[in-house]
């Protein structure tokens, strides 16, 4: 018997605890088309999300206060109902103590990742059996500064990623210009540093991507508007430099920031986005030698694109705009790339990240 799908989106946001700040939509694959399923109030600045579609839980960041009123890392873990597309808040718990910008969850639910980009710090927090926020287990802080006086007069940790085979963590620093690497201690459940990625001075690395094959990563940088390409070799741990790339037209001058990075799940495509000239940039890889070459320059048809998410089909993109409040949908050429809008948005308060993924609905 074959079980009825639908692809559920699900969107962080900045909010204060009394604002609605998770929020539920359906995809309507015909049109394109969001519809509000469920929101979530309570949580301070739930603005970026992990997704486990097999055992259907949400995990997010959030804030806490010190008692001395300071603002500190907070995790929570949600249990969806796919049938309804609502959540039920599972529980939440501290995590480090400066606020976090990412989470990321292991596949094999032992832990979650956050990054804190003011505390200059990564932290390993375990998940319980349920799928529950558990301890802090182990907390590195960032040493080292970069060129851009402005943005880099101290570590700035903005994302962890686990290797394909989740023996190592990868943690790009935009403060530094490096891209941390930690293996990690099963048995002492800790972080053990295991060397860095060097890349090009202000560049200011912000996400990075796994090629399917294993053979590739791509790293988004946000304050040069650049994509670092490496070889990666899942053995020893290490990424090798390959090439940047700009990720803006040729013509373009304004100001402009780099957000998300993403690679379709044949490999064939790198998607990232632009804050400031408000686009997708669509490349086309190589995988013979794992350089790019661009396709596309797509409006996001609204301003300060900070996240996308493609669906795990590759068929789909939706594209957060935090600063005019909505979020929109696009079609996928599966040849060629290129996003195809279609003309579908919602309005949501200040989102910053979508994930994505169909769950049964009987």
């Given at each position: 018997m074959t079980t009825e799908k639908r692809m559920l989106v699900f969107i962080g946001s900045y909010s204060e605890e009394k604002d609605n700040s998770v929020h539920v939509y359906a995809l309507d694959e015909k049109t394109g088309a969001l519809s509000l399923l469920d929101q979530v109030s309570g949580l301070q600045n739930p603005t970026f999300?992990?997704?486990?579609?097999?055992?259907?839980?949400?995990?997010?960041?959030?804030?806490?206060?010190?008692?001395?009123?300071?603002?500190?890392?907070?995790?929570?873990?949600?249990?969806?109902?796919?049938?309804?597309?609502?959540?039920?808040?599972?529980?939440?718990?501290?995590?480090?103590?400066?606020?976090?910008?990412?989470?990321?969850r292991d596949k094999h639910n032992r832990y979650v990742v956050?990054?804190?980009?003011?505390?200059?710090?990564?932290?390993?927090?375990?998940?319980?059996?349920?799928?529950?926020?558990?301890q802090l287990l182990d907390v590195h802080e960032h040493q080292g500064s970069g060129p851009n006086k402005?943005?880099?007069?101290?570590?700035?940790?903005?994302?962890?990623?686990?290797?394909?085979?989740?023996?190592?963590?990868?943690?790009?620093?935009?403060?530094?210009?490096?891209?941390?690497?930690?293996?990690?201690?099963?048995?002492?459940?800790?972080l053990v540093p295991h060397g860095s990625a060097e890349l090009h001075p202000g560049a200011g690395p912000r996400h990075m991507a796994f090629h399917p094959s294993g053979r590739y990563a791509y790293v988004i940088n946000e304050l040069d508007s650049t994509v670092t390409a490496?070889?990666?070799?899942?053995?020893?741990?290490?990424?090798?430099?390959?090439?940047?790339?700009?990720?803006?037209?040729?013509?373009?001058?304004?100001?402009s920031y780099c957000a998300e990075i993403q690679i379709s799940p044949d490999g064939r495509y790198v998607y990232g986005s632009n804050r400031g000239h408000d686009s997708i940039a669509v490349y086309r890889i190589d995988e013979a030698s794992g350089e790019l070459a661009v396709v596309q320059f797509c409006s996001t048809y609204g301003e300060h694109p900070r996240h996308f998410s493609l669906s795990p089909d590759g068929k789909w993109l939706i594209a957060a705009n935090r600063d005019t409040n909505n979020v929109v949908t696009y079609r996928v050429d599966q040849e060629s790339g290129k996003l195809q809008p279609?003309?579908?948005?919602i309005t949501v308060a200040k989102p910053v990240c979508i994930q994505m993924d169909y769950f049964p609905v009987r």
């Open positions: 999300l992990s997704l486990d579609t097999d055992n259907a839980r949400l995990y997010s960041i959030a804030e806490r206060r010190s008692e001395q009123g300071e603002r500190m890392g907070a995790a929570v873990s949600f249990e969806i109902d796919p049938r309804a597309g609502t959540l039920k808040e599972l529980n939440r718990a501290g995590t480090v103590d400066a606020t976090t910008c990412h989470i990321k956050v990054s804190s980009y003011g505390g200059g710090k990564v932290g390993l927090v375990s998940l319980t059996a349920d799928g529950r926020i558990g402005d943005r880099q007069e101290g570590p700035h940790p903005h994302s962890a990623w686990f290797s394909p085979d989740e023996r190592f963590v990868f943690v790009p620093d935009l403060g530094i210009d490096r891209v941390q690497i930690y293996a990690i201690d099963e048995d002492k459940q800790k490496f070889q990666y070799d899942a053995q020893a741990g290490q990424l090798a430099y390959l090439a940047h790339y700009s990720t803006l037209p040729g013509d373009y001058k304004g100001e279609t003309g579908q948005q």
